[in-house]
């Protein structure tokens, strides 16, 4: 649970609250990407916290089909891809940062069921190779931010994708907080360790009971 998921339930308290964690940690764009978020779209309850954070403390440059203006909640339908898909983006950091290798990295899985109506863009690889691109989301942020909530009106919710990181795997990128269920549950444990030369290993962490 997050600190501020039981404050209240008022808009303009949890509003309040999401900036002053902003201001305090140091990621000053949340405050703008706050303000983005139209009357409504603030969510409160148990596990907010972990949502709204998709949104408000995404990286700079966005993913895929999301600028530095907001972040998304991006997720996999399958634990394969998504340890592909966070393999991926962790190790492109590291290999461009000062300390580099070795590394490790824990990952918690977070699990929730999406039941909601997606642009489908699954199968578009030949025809729109621009959305896919794998080195570049500068046309696919172009072509997301002319659809998707709340930039475009009245905007779409979320878009269905294959993954670029695995063959066969499937992606969702949801735009609208209150469109994710909550309370997001917490499934298995994950480490990524890198060794000096960057080859990894994953393992899967579990808990151990100890005995009286």
Avoid at 39 to 62: E, K, Q, W
Avoid at 80 to 98: D, G, K, Q
Avoid at 114 to 137: F, N, S
Avoid at 185 to 201: C, K, M, N, P, S
């Amino acid at each position: 649970m997050g600190v501020f998921d039981d404050i209240a339930d008022d808009e303009d308290d949890l509003r309040a609250a999401f900036m002053l964690e902003g201001l305090t940690n140091g990621r000053l764009q949340a405050a703008d990407r706050l303000n983005a978020l139209p009357r409504g779209g603030v969510v409160a309850g148990p596990t907010a916290s972990i949502a709204m954070a998709a949104f408000l403390h995404c990286a700079d440059g966005g993913g895929r089909f999301s600028d530095g203006r907001l972040g998304a909640w991006y997720a996999a339908t399958e634990i394969e891809t998504a340890i592909e898909e966070t393999v991926f983006h962790n190790e492109r950091r590291l290999r461009l940062s000062a300390a580099g290798f070795p590394a490790r990295l824990q990952m918690r899985e977070l699990v929730l069921t999406v039941d909601m109506e997606m642009l489908d863009l699954r199968g578009l690889k030949a025809d729109r190779p621009e959305l896919y691109d794998p080195d570049t989301y500068l046309q696919s942020q172009a072509f997301a931010a002319e659809r998707r909530w709340p930039f475009a009106q009245p905007g779409l919710d979320g878009f269905v994708y294959d993954s670029v990181r695995r063959r066969a795997g499937q992606n969702v990128c949801i735009f609208r907080p209150g469109a994710l269920p909550l309370p997001i549950v917490q499934g298995a444990h994950y480490e990524y360790a890198w060794d000096g030369g960057g080859e990894l290993t994953i393992l899967a962490l579990s808990k151990v009971e100890r005995s009286a």
